[in-house]
């Protein structure tokens, strides 16, 4: 296993597309993450998995925003009707608990033009 | 809520030279502290962590000690190396969350020989 694997890595789309982005974690991590990074900021926290149980969501989490994670393996994050201001790097990130602190993956850049 | 406060970059350092970041926290209870570490084109990896007041982290050279009584955990290096030019990201994950991980906005480190 090598990590966190994120895809697409970059993703173009037109305003009021829909678009989807995959994260494998790492097998053995029953913790998944999201999170969104913009330009000169840290990464904040979109929404975190146990298993395949979505147990909280930011309120940065709009309703256009939905994250599955089905047999608690991999996860998707979707974003109905995208508009410019999605337009981010969206990191994946997972963990064993909590102490050992995350892997991130690459991330998936998104720009919506 | 909590919060983390770090210094703006960028940073600019020649080789050889001592490092430090500072870092400041606000959080309720007894968070856990770590530094993440992004290099150009790569996820954010973590670089080091403490998880109890008066615990230093460290790793590859990087040093980092929780103080409560400042609330401070800044991030410190004896002899950078080019190799170390990056950004450094500063973050707690709070006791009372147990997931979320609260990040600075981060710091750019450009060492130049």
């Known amino acids: 296993d090598t990590g966190v694997s994120q895809n697409p890595r970059h993703k173009i789309t037109k305003r009021g597309q829909n678009v989807t982005f995959r994260c494998d974690p790492i097998s053995e991590h029953n913790r998944l993450y999201w999170y969104r990074q913009t330009l000169g900021q840290g990464p904040e926290f979109l929404t975190y998995?146990?298993?395949?149980?979505?147990?909280?969501k930011s309120r940065l989490l709009s309703d256009r925003f939905s994250a599955e994670r089905p047999k608690g393996s991999f996860s998707t994050l979707e974003i109905q009707r995208t508009e410019q201001g999605d337009s981010a790097m969206y990191l994946c990130a997972s963990s064993l608990g909590t102490g050992a602190g995350y892997t991130f993956g690459s991330g998936t850049r998104l720009t919506v033009v | 809520g909590d919060s983390v406060t770090q210094m703006e970059g960028p940073v600019t350092l020649s080789e050889e030279a001592f490092l430090t970041i500072n870092c400041t926290y606000t959080?309720?209870?007894?968070?856990?502290l770590f530094w993440y570490v992004q290099y150009p084109g790569e996820g954010l990896q973590l670089l080091l962590k403490a998880t109890k007041a008066d615990d230093k982290g460290s790793n590859k050279g990087f040093e980092a000690t929780y103080r409560k009584e400042t609330t401070s955990f800044h991030l410190e290096k004896g002899s950078v190396q080019v190799s170390d030019s990056a950004v450094y990201f500063c973050a707690l994950m709070g006791s009372n969350s147990g997931y979320a991980l609260n990040f600075g906005k981060g710091t750019s480190l450009l060492v130049t020989p």
């Open positions: 959080a309720t209870g007894y968070p856990s």
């Open positions: 998995f146990q298993n395949e149980a979505q147990l909280e």
